[in-house]
């Protein structure tokens, strides 16, 4: 029998020479902004979907899968909704809501994987909900930004009051960055604030000067990805009618396997065609029943006359015409989604 030898790979070739270190970083996985986006993405999904998870980590990893779909097609908006597919009762004891409140459950996991880590300690106090969400996937959004990283803009939160050296009142934010940003407003303490920042301080300068401007400006000024938005609605209409944005959804796709093949609103010879002009994009996924259950718990549309659930959208579209599977899973139909849907976002992008 030969005897054991080492299996170790050789770093060199057959002349003992090193190869050169290949270069493995993916300058593609870095966003880079080009100009400022008027327009949005919005997703939404009922939150009965944690219900039909059964264990704590089940529920917990569900909201992450979520997330991380939203963050890789950058997503603005995720609406969770109350389809009334489960059973909804006071928290337990410590707080917990994952079999009390599925909705809240998923909202408040998906809002604390958003938030950037140097910030979550401040803003969310421990809570059982959370208990598990430190050991999910990393979102590593282009606002989570390491301290050594610059960019002129940045989450962040309220630290105290105070006054720069001129003796002009304002506020101390935490950054992450080594030195805190000073901007001329008061606002209250322990707030997320996004703050567009000048000049990084010099080495004898005390804070560096920034500017509190809205959530959105990063996006619409600068065209970053900043993230998404999560809100809670009470059932499937209110997720048309609190729209946050002007003039609500001008596009708006539900998703049921009886709708017409996802591929032709992508065709611009069909009659279902989505002309990338819309402002505001609106995907909507049903839970287990699907969009129709979601519409039949609906009072409020059933009052407006609605006659059924494709009414509500421009367009009713089957995402896998022939599905093999009997059922897909809500978290799986979004991954599908928001993949067949990503010519329409690169054809809004490429027309701004």
Not at 47 to 55: E, F, Q
Not at 77 to 95: S, T
Request: hydrophobic share 40%.
């Amino acid at each position: 029998m030969a005897s054991h030898k080492s299996k170790k790979r050789k770093t060199g070739d057959a002349n003992g020479a090193n190869h050169a270190i290949l270069d493995t970083s993916r300058p593609s996985a870095v966003f880079v902004p080009t100009k400022g986006r008027p327009h949005t993405l919005s997703i939404a999904l009922p939150g009965s979907i944690i219900a039909n998870a059964v264990t704590p980590e089940q529920k917990t990893a569900l909201a992450g899968q979520i997330a991380r779909a939203c963050a890789v097609f950058c997503v603005d908006e995720i609406i969770v909704f109350n389809d009334g597919q489960a059973l909804i009762r006071p928290p337990e004891r410590d707080g917990y809501t994952a079999f009390a409140d599925p909705n809240f459950f998923l909202y408040h996991v998906l809002t604390f994987l958003e938030t950037p880590p140097h910030l979550r300690r401040t803003l969310f106090p421990m809570h059982a909900d959370l208990k598990l969400a430190g050991a999910l996937p990393s979102l590593d959004l282009p606002h989570h930004l390491r301290s050594d990283e610059w960019c002129p803009y940045r989450e962040a939160v309220t630290v105290r009051q105070t006054e720069d050296g001129d003796g002009v009142p304002g506020t101390l934010l935490d950054c992450g960055l080594a030195d805190r940003v000073f901007v001329p407003v008061l606002l209250e303490q322990g707030t997320r604030v996004t703050v567009q920042l000048g000049d990084q301080a010099s080495s004898g300068s005390k804070f560096i000067a920034g500017e509190a401007v809205s959530p959105d400006a990063p996006r619409e000024e600068a065209g970053y990805y900043w993230g998404y938005s999560v809100r809670q609605s009470s059932s499937l209409s209110t997720v048309f009618t609190e729209s946050p944005y002007d003039g609500g959804y001008d596009v708006s796709l539900g998703t049921s396997e009886r709708g017409i093949p996802v591929r032709e609103i992508l065709q611009p010879d069909n009659d279902a065609f989505v002309a990338p002009t819309w402002q505001h994009l609106l995907i909507v996924l049903g839970g287990v029943a699907g969009l129709e259950a979601a519409f039949s718990a609906d009072v409020e549309l059933k009052k407006a006359g609605v006659s059924e659930a494709r009414e509500l959208f421009d367009a009713w579209v089957n995402l896998v015409p022939a599905q093999g599977s009997r059922t897909i899973r809500t978290e799986e139909a979004l991954w599908i989604a928001l993949a067949n849907t990503r010519s329409l976002v690169e054809a809004r992008d490429a027309g701004q």
